[in-house]
């Protein structure tokens, strides 16, 4: 499995950015995705996830509200479009996928569902 993030920038508070992750090797509309990030000096985080059988969605409290997590099977790209972006937003962004199994259909929202993570994207939000 070969996952490619892509999409970050740097951006002004309030701003807007879609993230994109393309995968190679593995089919997304069949397994759990998760956005993960890690900002500076700080542990990684699922911030968004899609489950794989009902497109069922997971945010974490702190972007509820302001990211979206989607999918276009067509294209086997997942996106997380992320608005009223704040400083405290300012992270290495990561997709990640994992097994497909039936914890996973439970669990998609937990971290430790994913096992495979692909190179990162920096997203840079300034005050």
């Known amino acids: 499995v070969q996952l490619q993030a892509s999409g970050g920038g740097l951006v002004q508070a309030g701003g807007s950015l879609r993230l994109s992750c393309v995968a190679s090797?593995?089919?997304?509309?069949?397994?759990?995705v998760g956005w993960f990030r890690q900002g500076p000096g700080k542990d990684r985080e699922l911030v968004a996830a899609?489950?794989?059988?009902?497109?069922?969605?997971y945010y974490a409290d702190s972007v509820k509200g302001r990211f979206t997590v989607s999918r276009d099977n067509a294209k086997n790209t997942v996106f997380l479009q992320m608005n009223s972006l704040k400083p405290e937003d300012t992270a290495v962004y990561s997709c990640?996928?994992?097994?497909?199994?039936?914890?996973?259909?439970?669990?998609?929202?937990?971290?430790?569902?994913?096992?495979?993570w692909g190179q990162g994207t920096l997203v840079t939000v300034s005050s």
């Open positions: 090797g593995h089919i997304f509309s069949t397994f759990p």
């Open positions: 990640a996928t994992g097994p497909r199994t039936h914890d996973s259909l439970i669990y998609f929202g937990r971290s430790d569902t994913y096992d495979s």
């Open positions: 899609l489950r794989w059988s009902d497109d069922r969605t």
